[in-house]
């Protein structure tokens, strides 16, 4: 994903006579993984098998001993730095969220099944959990609608709305996966780089994990008159939704016709799915703003639409990258700012 300020500006002079601009850039960036050090900071107790170190470690994490289920993790594991919360070495934004992660982690039941044939240290797991993943999206959301049509800082809460969607996580169905446990110098270290490792990493936490490394970034440009701002949550490097906030001095906007382009903008965006949109009036400038959820936003719609040029996919291993994101708005100028940032595992 890439914003142009050239077309940026060249929008803000149009917006002087026209008031609402629009223009976002959008290009595939192809993501990169790396390899991860073994974590040989916990101690397992001695297992026999695949399956009674799965029993072991699922034990752990449903009695609330975080610091032995951290003990199969690998360095690079999302979880390590969730666990770490209860253990005083927080995130200070998210503290409150992964603690109330944590004390629910009690609900979760599980079994250990049979070893996957011909796999050697793969296993089948049902887990029954909190639906996280879908609690957390509808709160993510919900932020994001109110604070595009009222202002304020709900979105950019990343930590807020994360608690709120944890809080309100209601117990989702059983699924089953396959857990990858790795025999590894003595021990047996539960995999996370694959896309099966992920998907039980996701079963066992009932889609939390994919909002692990959740993260806000907020680019803003100013100059006289005229001043832009994008939210970007991300999770990873991945942009999942954002929001843009363009704002114009009132007294270069007929104020007249303000609640006009108030209900326009709205009526715009309540047509197209995935996207949230209002004009506003704060400090004496006229903001327009216009938030856009990438899951369910429709392409088509938005290049129809004249806000969106170019496509996106993100399948396999396409995506809309914060980093390519970020880079470019560095580069013309933008000022971004990422919270929290995650230290490496």
Same mark, same amino acid.
């Given at each position: ?16 006579? &026209? ?31 695949? &399956? ?31 666990? &770490? ?91 089953? &996966? ?168």
């Amino acid at each position: 994903m890439r914003i142009d300020l050239k077309q940026t500006r060249r929008a803000h002079e149009k917006g002087i006579r &026209a008031f609402l601009s629009l223009t976002l850039v959008l290009v595939l960036v192809f993501g990169l993984t790396g390899c991860d050090a073994l974590n040989l900071g916990g101690k397992q107790p001695k297992a026999k098998s695949v &399956a009674e170190a799965a029993e072991n470690s699922l034990t752990a994490l449903q009695s609330g001993d975080f610091k032995s289920f951290s003990s199969y993790l690998e360095e690079g594991n999302e979880l390590l730095h969730v666990f &770490a919360a209860m253990e005083g070495e927080s995130i200070p934004e998210m503290d409150k969220a992964y603690q109330l992660f944590c004390s629910q982690q009690s609900d979760m039941e599980f079994t250990v099944g049979e070893e996957v044939e011909n796999l050697h240290g793969m296993i089948y797991v049902k887990v029954k959990t909190r639906d996280y993943g879908s609690s957390i999206y509808e709160a993510m959301l919900d932020a994001l609608e109110n604070q595009a049509k009222e202002g304020g800082d709900a979105y950019t809460n990343v930590g807020g709305w994360m608690e709120q969607g944890i809080s309100s996580a209601q117990m989702g169905e059983e699924q089953e &996966a396959k857990a990858d446990y790795a025999a590894k110098n003595g021990g047996y270290y539960l995999q996370h780089r694959g896309y099966p490792d992920l998907e039980f990493l996701n079963v066992l936490t009932g889609g939390f994990y994919d909002y692990a490394d959740v993260t806000m970034t907020v680019c803003t440009y100013e100059e006289e008159g005229y001043c832009l701002r994008y939210d970007i949550a991300a999770v990873g490097d991945t942009i999942i939704s954002f929001l843009k906030k363009e704002g114009i001095d009132e007294s270069l906007v007929d104020l007249s016709l303000v609640e006009q382009f108030k209900l326009e903008q709205e009526e715009r965006c309540d047509m197209l799915p995935g996207i949230y949109g209002s004009v506003l009036m704060e400090d004496g400038m006229v903001f327009t703003t216009f938030g856009v959820d990438f899951s369910a936003a429709n392409q088509t719609d938005l290049v129809n639409a004249g806000i969106v040029s170019g496509a996106y996919d993100t399948s396999f291993a396409e995506y809309l990258s914060l980093s390519s994101t970020v880079s470019s708005f560095e580069r013309d100028g933008i000022t971004c700012v990422t919270t929290p940032q995650y230290e490496e595992e």
